[in-house]
């Protein structure tokens, strides 16, 4: 079977009225864990984007038109292919993100899973029959959007460019995918040719890697009627002021710093388990994962000792030579995020338990004992293998202490008692919350996003995308026109 992306026949270019070099030049991608260039990607700059955001909406009137049954059958080729090159598809998510193979395989299983939803989206009921007056027939039905723009993170690159362009695409718009600029293979080359193998029309979709120029471009940009934007809160706030001043749609999926909540009667053993994934797995570099553990005075210190010991268990090194449980943090400029919150933490009165050190790219996974509210590792999103433990007196102080955050993203609670956990549960300022399981979850078909500083209300997930990638519109029709009074 030939490869889904050759790097050598892609080499320099970009997806924009098929594969071309753009404007914007060329750049290497790099693997995290090694240094060494991968591949060079074409990254474009602002005349690129505006090439592409035109012809993309020159392309959507006749996507938009195309049966139903075909825009579907596009989104489930696509799923088939990415069946079929899982494999080389995990092989790049590994190298260019430096996520562990478990992750890899689970984030194509998931891609998987956003486009076969995808591809049931347009053979859904678009509207409804409304009452009018005698011989009017009036309908309120829900039509695209019309060139929907994409920015996405590089944490969970396929994924999080994925989720909104397949929806966006089903419900018949176009699209043009700026992925970050340290992910444009995984992030950007792999979608393009999903949907270039699976037949979608040229000039339907458009992908630019690129970095904060290309994406405010791309924001402020005449054509695009949306922009579906995954990443930092301070990014998403100045994406939000741009789409606000030019009233364009905006959905906004923010940082995180969220809370497991460790109950007086929780299984400790358990619990622990689900600590240590929420706050180790991927490095820590999820929107979702712990930044807090909020632990019941009474089994504080049992839980934490438990959870350093899971944490020097785990194995740190380069997840493509070697079976490992955490791979590199992304770039020099996350390992000095980590470090310089760590260090702040500790001079404000924090304990390292374990952990706390580096080589090279690999942080260790680390345990802070001792966080309080006032002090760094508490207050911001750390994107990095640091689980922070702050002790509370009762339920109470654990709901209080939970919802001091402007975060509003995931949360989740252990406790023996399912009603105990729930009735703290529901207490919480969060977008998601599991009683009984850590904060780290998502399903292709559930209203994903968050609160506060978290999101502006967008959801994401299967059947929330008809609010996201279409509007309403009322549509009247008489057999003859009748004259008014005057
Ligand atoms: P980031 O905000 O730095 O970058 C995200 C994207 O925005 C990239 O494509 C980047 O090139 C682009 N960008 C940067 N400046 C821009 C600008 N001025 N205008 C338009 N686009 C611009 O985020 P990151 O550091 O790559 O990702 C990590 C952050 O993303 C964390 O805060 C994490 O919590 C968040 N995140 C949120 C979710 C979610 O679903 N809520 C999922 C994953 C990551």
Same mark, same amino acid.
């Given at each position: ?21 753009? &404007? ?46 075909? =825009? ?7 799923? *088939? ?5 899982? $494999? ?10 430096? #996520?562990?193979? #478990? ?5 194509? #299983? ?24 005698? !011989? ?31 929806? &966006? ?18 992030? !950007?080359? +792999?979608?393009? =040719? ?27 940009? $005449? ?12 990014? @998403? ?25 460790? %109950? ?11 600590? &240590? ?7 820590? *570099? ?56 760590? &260090? ?15 080589? @090279? $790219? ?8 001792? +966080? ?6 508490? =207050? ?47 207490? %919480? ?20 996003? #968050?609160? @506060? ?29 009748? $004259?008014?009074?005057?």
């Amino acid at each position: 079977m030939p490869r889904l992306v050759d790097p050598t026949a892609l080499h320099g270019k970009v997806f924009s009225q098929g594969w071309r070099a753009p &404007a914007g030049g060329a750049a290497a991608t790099t693997e995290p864990a090694t240094g060494r260039a991968l591949a060079t990607v074409g990254t474009a700059d602002a005349s690129d984007i505006r090439a592409a955001a035109r012809g993309a909406a020159l392309a959507q009137p006749a996507w938009a038109a195309t049966p139903a049954a075909e =825009r579907a059958a596009v989104l489930r080729r696509a799923a *088939q292919l990415l069946e079929a090159h899982a $494999p080389e598809v995990v092989s790049w998510l590994i190298r260019e993100g430096g #996520g562990v193979r #478990g992750k890899a395989e689970y984030e194509v #299983g998931a891609v998987a899973d956003e486009l076969w939803a995808a591809a049931a989206l347009p053979g859904r009921p678009h509207g409804h029959l409304l009452p009018s007056q005698p !011989g009017r027939h009036s309908v309120g039905r829900r039509i695209p959007l019309g060139v929907v723009g994409v920015i996405s993170p590089w944490n969970v690159p396929l994924l999080l460019g994925m989720r909104a362009v397949a929806p &966006a695409l089903a419900l018949g718009n176009a699209v043009v995918l700026k992925p970050d600029e340290q992910t444009p293979v995984s992030g !950007g080359w +792999v979608t393009a =040719r999903l949907f270039e193998e699976a037949g979608l029309p040229e000039g339907v979709l458009h992908v630019l890697p690129g970095d904060a120029g290309p994406g405010a471009a791309l924001t402020s940009d $005449p054509d695009v009627a949306m922009i579906a934007f995954t990443g930092s809160t301070a990014v @998403g706030r100045e994406v939000g002021r741009t789409t606000g001043r030019l009233l364009k749609r905006a959905s906004l999926e923010l940082g995180g710093n969220n809370a497991l909540i460790v %109950l007086d009667d929780a299984d400790l053993d358990v619990a622990a388990s689900a600590g &240590a994934w929420a706050s180790f797995f991927h490095s820590g *570099q999820v929107c979702m994962a712990a930044g807090r553990h909020i632990v019941l005075e009474s089994v504080a210190e049992a839980y934490t000792e438990r959870l350093a010991k899971r944490a020097e268990q785990l194995t740190v090194g380069d997840p493509w030579t070697a079976d490992v449980d955490l791979g590199p943090l992304i770039s020099d400029g996350q390992l000095a995020r980590v470090k310089r919150l760590v &260090a702040e933490t500790v001079a404000a009165g924090a304990r390292v338990l374990t952990g706390g050190t580096h080589t @090279g $790219p690999f942080y260790r996974p680390t345990v802070l004992a001792g +966080v309080t509210a006032a002090m760094p590792a508490f =207050r911001e999103e750390i994107f990095g293998p640091v689980a922070p433990v702050i002790v509370v007196a009762d339920d109470d102080e654990a709901v209080a202490v939970a919802n001091d955050t402007e975060y509003g993203l995931s949360a989740a609670v252990q406790s023996g008692s399912a009603e105990r956990g729930l009735a703290l549960a529901e207490r %919480l300022r969060t977008g998601l919350v599991h009683v009984n399981d850590q904060t780290v979850n998502d399903e292709a078909h559930i209203p994903f996003g #968050g609160r @506060g500083a978290s999101g502006n209300g967008s959801r994401h997930g299967s059947e929330n995308s008809w609010d996201e990638y279409t509007q309403w519109q009322w549509l009247t029709v008489r057999g003859t026109a009748l $004259p008014y009074p005057f």
